[in-house]
């Protein structure tokens, strides 16, 4: 069964990048499944940040589009997501999350605070 | 982007009751071409990410008790727990991913009576 461990940093500054990285294991990160993030504060609710397959095709949301990268690092067995030019609105938990139909594996959740 | 919006923002079910809590898309999320709605529901305790329950908006997920059911097509979904356990407390949020963004409905906040 596909288990997702997330790893990153709690703290970052204003205008900084977040970088979280999300380690996939009883499975492969070359599987079936695409890899998306997804945040959740308490005055947005949950947002979809974007996605990734293990051919490198990225499907970003558009509110985020200009600050987002995803990549694959299948030598790892893992996955990224790198936010840029943070602000104070940035900050939530960030979830990875496994979608083969809809999201069926998730990450423990890393708490992100902007500051 | 497809607006996803639930009703009601919190429930109080006593145990052994059921609960129904609706969802309703901006616009429809059924897929003619294969008959298939895309729409899922998650449960989420205190503290925890969101767990898949159903997905095509009416299948269960493996390991999912059978008291919880999803129903509904095109814009219009309702989940519902037949017989309310106090490990169903939690808060339930729908999810369309019938087109990127994939979006949310804001939750609602399950509670026992």
């Known amino acids: 069964q596909v288990q997702l461990q997330q790893s990153g940093p709690g703290l970052v500054k204003p205008s900084g990048t977040l970088s979280l990285t999300c380690a996939v294991s009883?499975?492969?990160?070359?599987?079936?499944?695409?890899w998306s993030w997804v945040r959740q504060s308490p005055g947005k609710g949950l947002e979809w940040i974007g996605e990734i397959y293990l051919s490198g095709g990225t499907n970003y949301n558009p509110s985020l589009k200009n600050r987002v990268t995803m990549s694959v690092d299948k030598s790892k067995n893992q996955f990224s997501l790198n936010l840029n030019s943070l602000t104070a609105a940035d900050t939530a938990v960030y979830y990875c999350?496994?979608?083969?139909?809809?999201?069926?594996?998730w990450g423990q959740g890393t708490t992100v605070t902007v500051s | 982007d497809i607006v996803m919006t639930q009703s009601p923002d919190s429930l109080a079910v006593s145990l052994g009751e059921r609960a129904t809590i609706n969802c309703k898309s901006s616009r429809s999320v059924l897929n003619t071409s294969n008959n298939k709605n895309y729409l899922a529901w998650y449960q989420q305790k205190l503290g925890h990410p969101p767990e898949l329950l159903i997905y095509?908006?009416?299948t269960r997920e493996s390991g999912v008790p059978d008291r919880f059911t999803g129903s509904g097509s095109g814009t219009d979904f309702t989940l519902t727990i037949s017989s309310l356990q106090a490990a169903d407390v939690a808060v339930y949020y729908c999810q369309q991913y019938y087109s990127s963004p994939y979006t949310f409905g804001q939750g609602t906040k399950l509670e026992i009576k």
């Open positions: 009883g499975g492969s990160v070359s599987g079936s499944h695409w």
């Open positions: 095509w908006a009416s």
């Open positions: 999350a496994g979608m083969l139909v809809a999201m069926d594996v």
